[in-house]
């Protein structure tokens, strides 16, 4: 085959990290090379590949074809468009994570477009688009629907910005479309027209999911979509599909492997009544159901009969009690995820802990975010009562209005493999209920215990010594929250100069000041990003910390009314593009 | 709205702090000025009240005790919405020593209302003796009427208006022993009821 130009020995010398002397008698000729490299599949190993030598580096980018970028601002798309030249599948995430509490201002950034247009002109054929707390207006959507004819796959998530006529222009547009998948959205009302503009002869989709989209689509041109399309197997719908509806695509589709129901809350005959359960009966393919909005103990019934093989149950968006949830895990004997809100009481969650012994994953959370009664919910106890059941238990989100340290250290022992720690003790800087001490010997213990933790989220009244312990003993953290703890800079400082994995670093309303945010210095080039609101930091120590660090970005945003040497919040990442040039005037880049 | 809870607010600089200076207006406006460089819990409070309950977001009600926080708890918009439309009745059993609570929103019928609470009081069936919708406990025999009390104070037999009217008038509702139900008819006065 005919060597790429691109590959001649002129163009590798301009290469930033070039150290000029090649190898004129390489090991393996470039083929071979690259043959072996494009076998590797993970961005991390493709990194560290990149690193290696010259010719490695070089071997890498042309046979890149899977583009991951965890920070849009922390390259440019130029950069990337030089650098890789045959991308067919891109990752893009954005905003921090805060911005989906509503902590950042709307048009703080993350607009996708840059990057579409870039795309257009690099990637011509680009097959899948993911995107994560982005901005992504219409025209960015019609950009992509008539720049890539080969293109497949468009997964938003947590996304902003378009419309009903920028799904349009996908829809109509893109004939080879096999995946549209949107969670989360954040997106105001938009209308449904989208759906009905596949053409009637389209049939390749496989994924769909608009369920977190209020459009009020045509349930016709939906039942006429589905029944063509036969490889389709995962389909969720938006609360607007009734439960006779749902009856009717079941039939048409009962292979689904994944489901997202619209709402479970109707009147039915008798016989829709049967008709349901028997649809359900012959979805003999389902491992993922969610959805359910507004299911009561009468209808959840029908879903018996699809559960057998189920592994991921989401019933999230449905406010259970106990016993029905205790009913219908009876019936879910393969469980791996669980979803719940905690209307389901720490009841519901002894049944998970004698029904799911498969469990990995749980996620309560609160039917009730602002409940002022203090009464409902879960406690410790349901925490305890799953621990003790479900021994594999790997990832936890867990809300509740107490805790106490001697049930997390219990727990901690029963479950020792937890990679993903999240706990929200509703109240901020709430003591151990029983004992009124700080809940310093729960996070010591999931620190201790957990060799695996990745993830951790802390919560509840926290001094430095959990910090300390967090420090000293989470070797393979990568991601860690913070909120309304801590008393002083050595709590942060302990985090930065232990944890030697840590990427992200987000904390809000914490007594860290500048001195805290300095001690990081060198960390924050191996970290992704770091987070910090209404914390003690000042003007003076982030234009310090920005001098010190050229390839640093510190922006800072103002909140109205606040004065000129507070730094309300502040956001650091690592960068090679240098400042961002769209930022709005609330954000300073120092 | 309940008076604020001595553990909410571990330091008292914050209770006190939120017991005078709630206004109804955007943080920047408080007047108050800020203690040295120490950024305090009631600093990020911002005032605007919740969706999670419509009747709270009303300029003429006074403010809850206690303030939300911008972002906290940490879930989705979406999800701060779930108790929208709620409408929580207390429910008492005669003899049982506790109420519970039901939501009448989430139903469509009476049947389903009535199957809720069959589940909630687990030694109680549902019997449906030809237009009637009796309860009983089947361990002891005793049967038991769903009344509620409406809106103007009198205590109804359920199932008598559609339901879409039963939940709008729906104050709370009340299992009473059969025995103890008579001349209970449409719009009968409490005065020939015993009610404890």
Same mark, same amino acid.
């Given at each position: ?212 989209l209020s459009s009020e689509v045509s349930f016709e041109a ?347 919040k502040v956001y650091v990442y690592r960068s090679v593009a ?13 | ?10 330091? &008292? ?8 200076? *709630?206004? %109804? /207006?955007?943080?920047?406006?408080? =007047?108050?000025?800020? @203690?040295? &460089? ?8 911002? *005032?605007? %009240? /919740?969706?999670?309950?419509?009747? =709270?977001?009303?300029? @003429? ?30 429910v008492a059993v005669d003899g049982a020593p506790y109420l ?97």
């Amino acid at each position: 085959m005919d060597p790429d130009p691109k590959k001649s020995k002129v163009l590798t010398s301009n290469l930033p990290n070039s150290n000029g002397s090649s190898h004129p008698h390489s090991p393996f000729p470039d083929e071979v090379l690259e043959k072996v490299l494009s076998l590797i599949d993970s961005h991390k190993d493709r990194n560290s590949v990149s690193l290696v030598c010259k010719d490695w580096y070089n071997a890498e980018r042309w046979t890149r074809s899977n583009l991951f970028i965890g920070n849009c601002y922390s390259v440019s798309p130029e950069i990337v468009a030089r650098r890789f030249t045959k991308i067919k599948s891109v990752t893009l995430k954005g905003k921090p994570r805060f911005s989906d509490f509503n902590m950042l201002p709307r048009d703080w950034g993350a607009n996708v477009h840059s990057w579409m247009v870039t795309f257009a002109k690099a990637y011509p054929f680009l097959e899948e688009l993911r995107l994560k707390r982005m901005r992504v207006s219409d025209q960015s959507m019609e950009l992509l629907a008539k720049s890539f004819p080969h293109f497949r796959a468009l997964s938003l998530s947590s996304c902003d910005g378009f419309t009903d006529d920028g799904l349009k222009a996908i829809t109509t547009h893109c004939g080879n479309l096999t995946e549209l998948d949107i969670q989360d959205s954040v997106t105001a009302d938009i209308g449904g027209g989208w759906l009905s503009c596949f053409p009637e002869n389209f049939s390749s989709l496989e994924i769909l999911n608009f369920s977190s989209l209020s459009s009020e689509v045509s349930f016709e041109a939906l039942e006429r979509l589905v029944s063509r399309c036969r490889s389709l197997r995962v389909l969720k719908v938006n609360d607007i599909i009734t439960l006779d509806q749902l009856q009717r695509l079941l039939v048409h589709a009962p292979l689904l492997t994944e489901l997202g129901t619209g709402s479970f809350l109707q009147e039915l005959t008798p016989r829709q009544y049967e008709d349901i359960e028997s649809a359900f009966g012959n979805c003999k393919n389902l491992r993922v159901l969610s959805g359910l909005w507004d299911a009561t103990s009468f209808y959840i019934p029908v879903l018996y009969g699809a559960c057998s093989g189920l592994t991921f149950l989401n019933m999230s968006d449905t406010v259970l009690q106990s016993g029905e949830l205790a009913k219908l895990l009876a019936h879910c004997p393969n469980l791996r995820r669980l979803w719940v809100t905690d209307s389901v009481g720490d009841k519901g969650l002894e049944a998970v802990g004698s029904s799911c012994p498969l469990l990995e994953e749980l996620r309560v959370f609160p039917a009730d975010p602002y409940d002022l009664d203090h009464r409902h919910g879960v406690t410790e106890l349901g925490f305890l009562a799953v621990s003790r059941g479900c021994r594999k238990l790997r990832y936890v989100l867990y809300f509740c209005r107490r805790m106490t340290n001697a049930a997390v250290v219990t727990i901690v022992q029963n479950c020792p493999d937890f990679t993903h720690f999240r706990l929200c003790i509703m109240n901020p800087r709430q003591p151990d209920y029983l004992t009124n001490e700080p809940m310093d010997e729960a996070f010591g213990a999931v620190a201790k215990t957990c060799t695996k933790l990745q993830r951790l989220s802390v919560s509840g009244l926290l001094t430095d010594t959990t910090f300390e312990y967090i420090g000293k003993y989470a070797k393979n953290l990568e991601t860690l929250s913070v909120a309304f703890a801590g008393s002083s800079d050595r709590g942060m400082q302990c985090v930065l100069e232990g944890c030697p994995k840590l990427r992200k670093l987000e904390i809000r309303d914490c007594p860290f000041g500048n001195a805290a945010l300095l001690s990081g210095l060198k960390k924050y080039e191996m970290m992704r990003s770091l987070w910090m609101s209404a914390c003690n930091l000042t003007m003076k120590g982030c234009r310090l910390l920005a001098r010190e660090m050229p390839r640093l970005n510190v922006e800072v945003i103002k909140d109205e009314g606040s004065d000129e040497i507070q730094a309300d919040k502040v956001y650091v990442y690592r960068s090679v593009a240098g400042p961002r040039q769209d930022a709005p005037p609330i954000v300073l880049t120092l | 709205m309940s008076p604020e809870k001595g553990n909410d607010l571990p330091e &008292s600089e914050y209770s006190g702090c939120l017991k005078t200076e *709630l206004t %109804l /207006g955007l943080p920047g406006g408080l =007047e108050t000025p800020k @203690s040295g &460089s120490k950024r305090g819990f009631s600093e990020t409070v911002d *005032l605007r %009240l /919740g969706s999670s309950c419509e009747d =709270e977001v009303s300029v @003429s009600t006074p403010p809850p005790s206690k303030a939300q926080v911008v972002g906290w708890p940490p879930v989705r918009s979406y999800r701060k919405n779930m108790m929208k439309n709620c409408k929580y009745v207390k429910v008492a059993v005669d003899g049982a020593p506790y109420l519970r609570k039901v939501d009448l929103e989430i139903y469509t019928s009476y049947q389903e209302l009535l199957a809720a609470l069959e589940e909630m009081f687990t030694c109680l069936t549902i019997c449906n003796v030809v237009n009637e919708r009796k309860i009983m406990d089947t361990s002891n025999g005793t049967e038991y009427v769903p009344t509620y009390e409406d809106r103007d104070g009198d205590w109804m037999l359920v199932g008598d208006v559609p339901w879409k009217m039963f939940v709008e008038s729906c104050k709370r509702m009340r299992l009473m022993k059969s025995s103890e139900a008579v001349g209970l008819g449409p719009k009968a006065s409490s005065k020939g009821l015993s009610i404890s």
